[in-house]
């Protein structure tokens, strides 16, 4: 199975992230906002160490070198502070839906869905239950759809990337090729 071997390809990166002059930083988010910058897939595959923003850039270099269609989705819960986020990727096969994880060691792997409402309502609700300790305000919870963003982008950056992508409403949401 190639997805198998995309995940296998990623086991050696950690999580954490890489500021702009080329620090590594494991658990230490404290200038992440001001210091980080995206890596590209290169970068990641050097440095070893990403957040799910740069692991999902990884992954997504790695399904489109197999040619498969994929998806990625920024789930972000604007609450005035921290505006907790997560990034992920999805694919379809055999009419089937796949949330590809590898940067939320909780839920690494592959998982299958009968529906891309199902795949999207399922990862919201995890991240509403281990991210935000079920402590959200529902409207400041918001899910985009977003293409591919340039590399070295700040945070502030890459948020207004991923907010300028598409919106979803999951009860409304279906895959389009």
């Known amino acids: 199975m190639l997805e198998k071997n995309i995940m296998n390809l990623m086991n050696d990166i950690v999580y ?17 906002s001001s210091d980080y910058r995206l890596q590209s897939p290169e970068e990641l595959i050097k440095s070893k160490i990403g957040v799910c923003w740069d692991q999902v850039e990884l992954e997504r270099y790695y399904f489109e ?40 060691d909780k839920f690494k792997g592959i998982h299958e869905y009968s529906t ?44 207004t990337h991923c907010d300028n992508g598409k919106y979803i409403e999951i009860d409304t949401i279906n895959w389009l090729d």
């Open 16 to 32: 954490g992230w890489v500021d702009k002059n080329g620090l590594s930083h494991l658990n230490d988010f404290e200038t992440f």
């Open 65 to 104: 070198k197999e040619n498969i269609n994929v998806k990625t989705y920024f789930l972000v819960h604007y609450d005035g502070g921290k505006c907790p986020t997560h990034t992920f990727l999805v694919f379809r096969k055999n009419d089937k839906y796949y949330w590809f994880e590898h940067s939320w």
């Open 116 to 159: 891309l409402k199902e795949l999207l309502s399922d990862i919201r609700n995890k991240f509403i239950k281990y991210e935000l300790n079920n402590n959200y305000v529902d409207e400041y919870l918001v899910l985009h759809e977003y293409e591919k963003p340039s590399y070295s982008i700040s945070v502030q950056d890459f948020f």
